[in-house]
């Protein structure tokens, strides 16, 4: 058997691969049949008159020039390049490549190889059509999440705004309520003792008394928010809180036809707590049962000690809550939702508040209801300890008759020194004004007062000023400096102290601790 | 991280003045291997890698830094404040030139002359504007580079097929030349053919050199004369070469025209 004999440019011409070569300066030197049929030209159209990089596409030829040829120059070849080759008809044709730089005589001349990669390529479309949409896809998410947590920072920033707004809000509601106040006690002292006068007047004290406690549930609740509250914390007898918060409570569940229940713990229950807060919780809880109990309710307060645990339980007969609000009574504005049949309205703050205080006493609070109508129980658990002792708790002190004082009263509200200076005058003081603090300076130095309550935020000067001022003059050196601030913070106390006051009071200031504090004096 | 590890800093020559020279896409700064020996008698030469290309630390790579030229104008201002203690002559390639003309307008007082090689402003055609290339062809140019990066490791490796005269680099050289990551090469091709910095061109006010191939086939001639109407003060020099690289196809040629204009400038 003779095998024919095949000439190596047969080879080359039939070989199933496009074979062609590239003079130095890129114009097609030789092409084979293969690549001339793949192309659907004839040799005479390409040899010499075409560029090597005119069969590709455009996209192709820029990613030819911008990675092939610096990778041919540099390592002298490239491999498994993938082109598309236009057919003369229009048609592109996906193709692999392989090229060589050879050097002949001096001169470069690239010798490159093709093959047709259509099945190949249609496979890798997906791959990169699928890496596409997973890019895709990831971005768009990236996107999202960047946006949520744009959203999320300007919804803390609107949320610490709004608490901002509630603290500043419940800070300047305060201020008119002082001299509302003091002018009810004025009246009360000059009005005659006949029922036409004092029931109207009870009924303002009573309204204004509100009103305090809602812009101070307020105040506090906000600065809870803010993180501004400190707790003075010290050993408290639960038993004597509790007792406490009875009395208080007890004159308004009479009035609105209730039984007030206490039963007080056995053991010695002690808390490490701040006393004002935690009465304060006991209060709004047992208040709340008041207000939301129909007339002729019943209304328990008691205590145990269980697993470490003081727990304060305040139960009522009144109109209990619906399963779905139990888990948000203890949200800010949760009761402006018409949840309630019988809604008392109100923006929810006591229930809030007395989580937050609660809850900076490391404790928790829960509520429970059989549902509308059937009553609620609210249960507070704080940190304690049994069979501690405690000292008994000092008697408050006796409001006595006094001796008369020279009294400056210093604020910056026209109506409040007014109000004062009135109110301290009826008790039987003698009184001077001063609306800032250079004012009070040398109406002090003319006047000799015995006691200078003071406003801290004057507009020449801070109060803190005026008071480290007053203290290195003669007449200031003994004279008792009460602080009025509208901010009652820890903070505000301790800078009074230093700077010489003897008593902190926050604004309005109550008349009643305040003329115990005068009738104290030596 | 510092900033010579990030950008893979080397530094060549000796001189009093510093070139600053900054590769174009697709590649790294080994192409400036035919240039470097041109003028290392005369002036020191700074070569380093943009983030996501050659030997630069991919970890820095960032799509939201490097969406648009101005991630890669900041870190070459930092590498030219790591690197100079005066002013520095700027030669970038291709898209590298439109990265120089971003840091030279944000801080003019790094730069004593700007050498644009190959440059473009714009790629695309846009009216009267002749970029070379349609939005079609771009997104056809993008799915070509896509489709090889899918295998780019192995397509570019230094497979040597019985070249006759061996490669004109050392193995470790051409290795690194091919070692771009494909996801991010890909990235800085849309950035780059996608860009448009046509209306910064007058806000340049650095001596300018616009180097330019008689046969380049990414970037039209007409985008030579484009560029030096839009840079004030701005020269352009056309030089003897087909392809898009003449600084490694024509070096000789491209230091020369480099030279006639840095001794303008007595630089």
Redesign the interface.
């Known amino acids: 058997m003779t095998v024919p004999l095949i000439s190596a440019t047969e080879v080359v011409e039939r070989a199933p691969c496009g074979l062609l070569a590239a003079g130095p300066?890129?114009v097609i030197v030789r092409i084979n049949a293969t690549m001339c049929g793949w192309l659907g030209m004839q040799p005479e159209d390409l040899v010499g008159k075409k560029f090597l990089?005119e069969l590709f596409?455009?996209?192709?030829?820029?990613?030819f020039?911008?990675?092939c040829?610096?990778?041919l120059?540099?390592?002298?070849?490239?491999?498994?390049?993938?082109?598309?080759v236009p057919h003369h008809d229009g048609t592109r044709i996906p193709m692999l490549m392989?090229m060589?730089?050879?050097?002949i005589d001096g001169r470069c001349h690239d010798e490159v190889a093709f093959f047709i990669t259509k099945e190949r390529?249609s496979y890798?479309?997906e791959?990169?059509q699928a890496?596409?949409t997973a890019e895709a896809a990831l971005?768009a998410r990236r996107d999202a999440d960047s946006k949520l947590l744009e959203m999320n920072a300007a919804l803390s920033q609107a949320d610490r705004r709004k608490d901002e707004f509630l603290a500043t809000l419940a800070h300047e509601l305060r201020n008119p309520l002082a001299p509302i106040r003091n002018v009810i006690e004025l009246l009360k002292l000059q009005l005659p003792p006949t029922e036409q006068a004092t029931r109207p007047l009870a009924v303002l004290e009573r309204q204004v008394g509100h009103l305090r406690h809602l812009v101070d549930d307020l105040l506090d609740i906000s600065r809870i928010t803010l993180g501004q509250v400190a707790l003075r914390t010290e050993r408290v007898l639960l038993a004597a809180t509790m007792q406490a918060a009875a009395d208080d409570t007890r004159p308004l569940a009479v009035a609105a036809g209730h039984r007030l229940h206490l039963a007080l713990p056995d053991a010695d229950i002690t808390l490490d707590a701040d006393p004002t807060r935690l009465m304060q919780v006991i209060l709004n809880l047992l208040n709340n049962a008041v207000k939301y109990t129909p007339p002729g309710g019943d209304i328990w307060l008691g205590a145990c000690f269980e697993d470490g645990q003081a727990v304060i339980t305040v139960r009522d007969t009144g109109i209990g809550m619906p399963q779905q609000s139990l888990s948000t009574i203890f949200h800010m504005f949760s009761q402006l939702t018409p949840a309630l049949e019988r809604s008392q309205g109100g923006l929810g703050i006591g229930l809030a508040l007395v989580r937050g205080l609660v809850e900076l006493h490391g404790g928790s609070i829960s509520a429970a209801s059989e549902g509308v109508g059937k009553g609620s129980r609210f249960e507070v658990r704080l940190p304690a300890h049994t069979s501690a002792t405690v000292a008994p708790q000092p008697a408050a002190p006796l409001v006595l008759p006094v001796a008369q004082r020279r009294i400056l009263v210093v604020d910056d509200n026209v109506d409040v020194t007014d109000t004062m200076t009135m109110l301290l005058e009826t008790v039987g003081h003698h009184t001077a004004f001063a609306h800032n603090g250079a004012d009070a300076l040398s109406t002090a130095a003319r006047y000799r007062p015995h006691i200078v309550i003071l406003d801290i935020g004057l507009p020449d000067q801070n109060g803190y000023e005026v008071a480290r001022q007053l203290r290195l003059r003669e007449e200031g050196a003994t004279v008792f400096l009460v602080a009025a601030t509208g901010w009652g913070q820890d903070a505000d106390r301790e800078r009074a102290r230093v700077a010489g006051f003897d008593l902190h009071m926050t604004k309005p200031i109550d008349f009643g601790k305040l003329q115990a504090a005068i009738a104290s004096l030596p | 991280m510092s900033i010579t590890t990030r950008n893979n800093v080397q530094v060549h020559g000796t001189g009093p003045t510093t070139l600053v020279l900054a590769h174009g896409f697709g590649c790294n700064q080994n192409m400036w291997h035919y240039l470097l020996p041109l003028f290392a008698d005369r002036y020191r030469m700074v070569t380093f890698d943009l983030v996501g290309s050659g030997n630069s630390d991919s970890a820095a790579y960032s799509r939201a830094k490097y969406g648009t030229l101005q991630g890669y104008a900041d870190d070459l201002l930092e590498v030219i404040e790591a690197c100079c203690d005066r002013p520095c002559i700027y030669v970038g390639h291709s898209v590298s030139a439109m990265i120089g003309l971003v840091a030279g307008i944000h801080a003019p007082q790094h730069f004593s002359a700007q050498v644009m090689v190959g440059p473009s402003p714009c790629y695309i055609n846009d009216g009267a504007y002749i970029g070379g290339f349609s939005r079609t062809d771009i997104d056809e140019l993008l799915d070509a580079m896509a489709s090889n990066y899918l295998a780019w490791s192995s397509s570019m490796a230094p497979t040597l097929m019985g070249v006759a005269n061996g490669p004109d680099l050392g193995g470790e050289l051409t290795t690194s030349l091919s070692n771009s990551d494909p996801a991010m090469a890909r990235h800085f091709a849309e950035v780059t053919f996608r860009s448009d910095h046509r209306a910064d061109l007058p806000r340049s006010t650095i001596p300018t050199l616009i180097l330019q191939s008689t046969q380049d086939p990414v970037v039209p001639l007409a985008v030579g004369d484009y560029l030096r109407e839009h840079i004030a003060g701005s020269i352009l020099a056309v030089i003897e070469n087909v392809g898009h690289y003449p600084h490694m196809s024509a070096p000789v040629e491209s230091a020369a025209a480099m030279s006639a204009f840095l001794r303008q400038h007595a630089l």
Request: aromatic letters at 2%; zero cysteines.
């Open positions: 300066d890129g990089t596409t455009v996209g192709t030829r820029v990613f020039q911008t990675h040829l610096p990778m120059q540099v390592q002298g070849s490239v491999a498994e390049i993938q082109v598309d392989n060589v730089r050879q050097q390529r890798e479309r791959l990169v890496r596409k971005d």
